[in-house]
């Protein structure tokens, strides 16, 4: 992953944007953060928000023309939040307000500021918090005159423009009234105020400027002519304030300001001899959009103050701040319990992902996120600009991998699974008896064999009754355990397998009935043709008695996360489904279906967020769930979750037991039935010589401890090992108190520890447990 | 016969060799892993060297161990 993929990847996340309010403020405010601090009472830390970037807080906070409004999106649902009128609570909450202080200069410039309206005041006040020394000259009796005439006191109280002009003071800021500047080189003539200063801004506000025409240019319009972004003049001292924009204008005080602060910017650059155009990083947010899901929200109505000439109290403000809602994409954090689960979102945790492949030396705080994610495609699938962390996480992995970094315990014992779905133990390919070769090539996959041997056994019977030519039966690994763990080099051994057994059968198409086999055929192996087994079985139906006493039942449909783009199969289970009089239920669209905690193998890498992931899907209907992938539904089943399989409403349980209430068969009893299924099949249909293994040891493993060997992927044919090997070497541990028997032994990555008790039935297990490291008596 | 699970893990004061026939005693082992050696002190049988690790040791210090050297 290197650094310009990830800028992609991240510059594609747009949680990061400015909302909406903050984007059209000509000062960027950040209304959410300040609206989010006074929603919770804290009146501090909003007005430290607004004052750090607005000059005169209390006079602004009156009479702000607030453009934010226009553009909040709580304007689609109730009403845009009212936050100039939260503004001026706030200020007056805050007063009196605090003192800003000048940075201290070492060569301080002379600046000659001319006018002392909203603008020129401010290029004061900027420049001189930047430590220079500032004189502003204003032809009226007093700086603001106008803002005094053309607002009432109601509005704008005297002793909000006092306290503003007290801080401007305080900066050293000086004000000379009654001093009006003229064209040419007289005492008070620009030219002078030129050759005296460093920088000169002139902030006129309205009214024509044809006194200075002679020193720089005007505009058609008689007035000065500026460059609306760096506010430079034709004289490369001079800067202009206050006009903004041609005559008929409407007149905007937060406007006026942005012009005053454009003013200082520049000349500030201009003492540095830095450029005037290059824009800083806010401007070139500008027109960025944030994401809002406004449908989320329900319409709420604006705060009405009790006292309309008074305002918003502050319980009335603190109440209409609670409007805003805020402002936030997490579009795909919202739907993954993975990314909820580790407070991100995209832009953060690729940066996180790649600064943890970057790392030499030190610890990889983020190997356990990257192994969290299920790859499911849900995040891409709700992101507005369809970034998909699947991909960065499973690319991060293979890097991993093949740097020797990623942790042997996340995915070792999942790999090893894998290893014995895919030996001769479990696996084979046959031709139907009677055919040298295969119209058609059946593939369960490992999890429907390991789930529910029997279905495999009847829906291969079904393919051989209804179809001609010949029906091979092809019992493997579709490699998606290497794949979701980033092990290219064993996946691409898996498909070099899969496909040499293809060949050998005469490259049949394949029929799947996992979800995730198809769509690792689609993906991985584009020359087999593959299909799925639900639409072929919308054509050629059930077997005849199929799907006895499942009429009636009200069922809530769970599409695997692998299949969420695959509408022909979501159409078909639906079909197939209803042909049994079953009542469906959606839990969401089919787009929008969940993992169930097994893709990608985060069940193993992170057990926390996996049982997160299916607990929340869940929770989702009270309804029994339906599903056509054998591990969402003992997924479900692990979690207490009634979850019944398509199958098994077509071929329900001939003991009439009930099928949504099937426990999961654990890792021990997945192993069993796919070992057991070879041995009946090859037998059964084949004919060939089979022998049930022998029972190495008769172990007696109560529930719960069977519950915690499962919860620590330990597996009874390890503890069974453990025991046989003890018993047999006579090198096991006796506690004299209990009479337990205690013995180990190192299987592969891991060793097993096991404290049985051997009863008249056989060891009866009371502990297990294992660990990755090796102890041993120094020689 | 205990049938039910039994919660209180073994006092290795308790222990003994069956093969040797010797109480375990504490003494020095090497644990390792990813190319990791520690020293530590386990109960082990002093003829034959049998180690001992407790449920507790194994799910707790070693596990914590093997994860902070897993993402080194
Ligand atoms: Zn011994």
């Given amino acids: 992953m290197d650094s310009d993929h990830v800028r992609t990847l991240e510059a594609r996340c747009v949680e990061e944007h400015p909302p909406a309010c903050q984007n059209a403020c000509p000062l960027h405010v950040d209304a959410r953060g300040m609206l989010g601090k006074i929603g919770t009472g804290d009146v501090a830390g909003a007005f430290a928000l607004y004052a750090r970037v607005v000059p005169f807080p209390a006079i602004i906070g009156h009479i702000c023309d607030h453009p934010c409004e226009t553009v909040c999106r709580r304007g689609e649902a109730g009403g845009p939040v009212r936050i100039a009128a939260v503004e001026r609570t706030l200020v007056e909450e805050a007063y009196p307000s605090p003192r800003p202080t000048a940075r201290r200069q070492t060569k301080p410039r002379r600046i000659a500021i001319v006018g002392a309206g909203l603008s020129g005041l401010t290029a004061a006040a900027d420049l001189a918090r930047k430590g220079h020394r500032v004189t502003v000259f204003e032809a009226d009796a007093h700086p603001l005159e106008r803002l005094r005439h053309d607002y009432p006191e109601d509005r704008l109280p005297p002793s909000a423009i006092a306290v503003d002009l007290g801080a401007l003071d305080s900066l050293g800021v000086v004000i000379q009234c009654r001093t009006r500047i003229t064209g040419g080189s007289g005492p008070r003539g620009l030219e002078t105020l030129i050759d005296t200063h460093d920088a000169v801004v002139l902030a006129l506000g309205p009214g024509v400027a044809q006194d200075f025409a002679?020193?720089?240019?005007?505009?058609?319009?008689?007035?000065?002519?500026?460059?609306?972004?760096?506010?430079?003049?034709?004289?490369?001292?001079?800067?202009?304030?206050?006009?903004?924009?041609?005559?008929?204008?409407?007149?905007?005080?937060?406007?006026?300001?942005?012009?005053?602060?454009?003013?200082?910017?520049?000349?500030?650059?201009?003492?540095?001899?830095?450029?005037?155009?290059?824009?800083?990083?806010?401007?070139?947010?500008?027109?960025?959009?944030?994401?809002?899901?406004?449908?989320?929200?329900?319409?709420?109505?604006?705060?009405?103050?009790?006292?309309?000439?008074?305002?918003?109290?502050?319980?009335?403000?603190?109440?209409?701040?609670?409007?805003?809602?805020?402002?936030?994409?997490?579009?795909?954090?919202?739907?993954?319990?993975?990314?909820?689960?580790?407070?991100?979102?995209?832009?953060?945790?690729?940066?996180?992902?790649?600064?943890?492949?970057?790392?030499?030396?030190?610890?990889?705080?983020?190997?356990?996120?990257?192994?969290?994610?299920?790859?499911?495609?849900?995040?891409?699938?709700?992101?507005?600009?369809?970034?998909?962390?699947?991909?960065?996480?499973?690319?991060?992995?293979?890097?991993?991998?093949?740097?020797?970094?990623?942790?042997?315990?996340?995915h070792d014992f999942a790999l090893r699974d894998m290893a014995d779905s895919r030996s001769e133990r479990s696996a084979f390919a046959r031709h139907q008896p009677g055919?040298?070769?295969?119209?058609?090539?059946?593939?369960?996959?490992?999890?429907?064999?390991?789930?529910?041997?029997?279905?495999?056994?009847?829906?291969?019977?079904?393919?051989?009754?209804?179809?001609?030519?010949?029906?091979?039966?092809?019992?493997?690994?579709?490699?998606?355990?290497?794949?979701?763990?980033?092990?290219?080099?064993?996946?691409?051994?898996?498909?070099?397998?899969?496909?040499?057994?293809?060949?050998?059968?005469?490259?049949?198409?394949?029929?799947?009935?996992?979800?995730?086999?198809?769509?690792?055929?689609?993906?991985?192996?584009?020359?087999?043709?593959?299909?799925?087994?639900?639409?072929?079985?919308?054509?050629?139906?059930?077997?005849?008695?199929?799907?006895?006493?499942?009429a009636g039942k009200t069922l809530a449909i769970h599409d695997p996360c692998v299949g969420r783009h695959e509408t022909e199969v979501q159409r078909a289970v639906r079909t197939l489904a209803r042909g049994f009089d079953v009542t469906l239920e959606e839990i969401s669209s089919p787009e929008l279906t969940t993992c169930c905690g097994f893709g990608g193998l985060v069940s193993f890498a992170n057990p926390e967020v996996a049982n997160a992931i299916v607990d929340q899907r869940a929770a989702e209907r009270s309804e029994d769930y339906l599903t056509y992938c054998a591990m969402c539904r003992d997924n479900f089943a692990r979690r207490g979750k009634r979850a019944t399989h398509l199958l098994d409403l077509a071929f329900p349980p001939t003991d009439g037991s009930d099928p949504a209430a099937r426990p999961d068969p654990g890792f021990s009893g997945r192993r069993d039935s796919r070992t057991r299924l070879r041995i009946h099949l090859l037998r059964d249909i084949w004919e060939e010589d089979m022998t049930d293994p022998e029972p190495a040891w008769t172990v007696i493993i109560p529930d719960a401890i069977r519950a915690e060997m499962e919860r620590k992927l330990i597996l009874v044919d390890?503890?069974?090992?453990?025991?046989?090997?003890?018993?047999?070497?006579?090198?096991?541990?006796?506690?004299?108190?209990?009479?337990?028997?205690?013995?180990?032994?190192?299987?592969?990555?891991?060793?097993?520890?096991?404290?049985?008790?051997?009863?008249?039935?056989?060891?009866?297990?009371?502990?297990?447990?294992?660990?990755?490291?090796?102890?041993?008596?120094?020689? | 016969m205990t049938t039910s699970t039994d919660p209180t893990p073994p006092n290795p004061e308790d222990l003994i060799c069956a093969k040797c026939d010797t109480p375990l005693r504490i003494g020095k082992v090497l644990a390792s892993y990813m190319g990791q050696t520690f020293p530590v002190d386990l109960p082990l049988c002093p003829t034959c060297g049998f180690v001992y690790v407790s449920e507790d040791l194994a799910e707790g210090r070693m596990l914590k161990v093997e994860q902070a050297l897993e993402d080194k």
């Fill in chain 1, 214 to 410: 002679p020193t720089i240019h005007l505009a058609d319009n008689g007035r000065i002519a500026i460059d609306s972004q760096s506010r430079a003049t034709s004289h490369p001292k001079v800067f202009g304030g206050g006009f903004h924009g041609a005559l008929g204008e409407n007149y905007s005080p937060i406007g006026s300001v942005r012009d005053g602060r454009r003013a200082a910017t520049s000349i500030d650059r201009f003492l540095q001899g830095a450029s005037l155009t290059a824009t800083d990083a806010r401007e070139e947010a500008e027109g960025s959009c944030l994401y809002v899901n406004i449908t989320s929200h329900a319409p709420v109505p604006p705060t009405e103050p009790s006292n309309p000439k008074a305002g918003y109290t502050l319980d009335e403000a603190m109440a209409e701040a609670d409007r805003c809602f805020p402002c936030h994409c997490l579009e795909c954090t919202k739907a993954c319990a993975f990314l909820s689960h580790y407070r991100t979102y995209p832009k953060r945790a690729v940066r996180e992902i790649h600064n943890n492949l970057s790392i030499i030396m030190g610890n990889r705080k983020a190997n356990r996120m990257i192994d969290s994610c299920t790859l499911c495609g849900l995040c891409e699938t709700v992101c507005p600009t369809d970034l998909a962390m699947g991909d960065v996480c499973l690319q991060a992995r293979q890097e991993m991998v093949a740097s020797g970094h990623m942790p042997a315990s996340h």
């Fill in chain 1, 435 to 550: 055919f040298d070769q295969s119209t058609l090539v059946f593939f369960p996959g490992c999890q429907l064999a390991a789930s529910s041997p029997g279905h495999v056994e009847r829906l291969y019977a079904h393919l051989r009754d209804r179809m001609k030519g010949g029906i091979g039966l092809m019992v493997d690994c579709c490699g998606a355990p290497a794949h979701w763990a980033g092990q290219t080099d064993l996946h691409g051994e898996v498909r070099a397998h899969l496909h040499r057994t293809w060949t050998s059968l005469g490259e049949p198409e394949i029929v799947t009935a996992c979800a995730s086999c198809l769509s690792m055929f689609r993906a991985h192996m584009p020359e087999i043709p593959v299909r799925s087994l639900w639409p072929l079985l919308t054509e050629i139906g059930w077997p005849k008695g199929a799907g006895q006493g499942s």
């Fill in chain 1, 718 to 779: 390890e503890v069974t090992a453990v025991i046989a090997a003890a018993e047999t070497s006579g090198q096991k541990i006796k506690d004299a108190k209990t009479g337990h028997v205690i013995a180990t032994l190192r299987t592969g990555p891991v060793t097993t520890w096991v404290e049985y008790e051997n009863t008249a039935e056989g060891a009866l297990v009371h502990r297990a447990y294992g660990h990755r490291m090796t102890v041993e008596v120094p020689s």
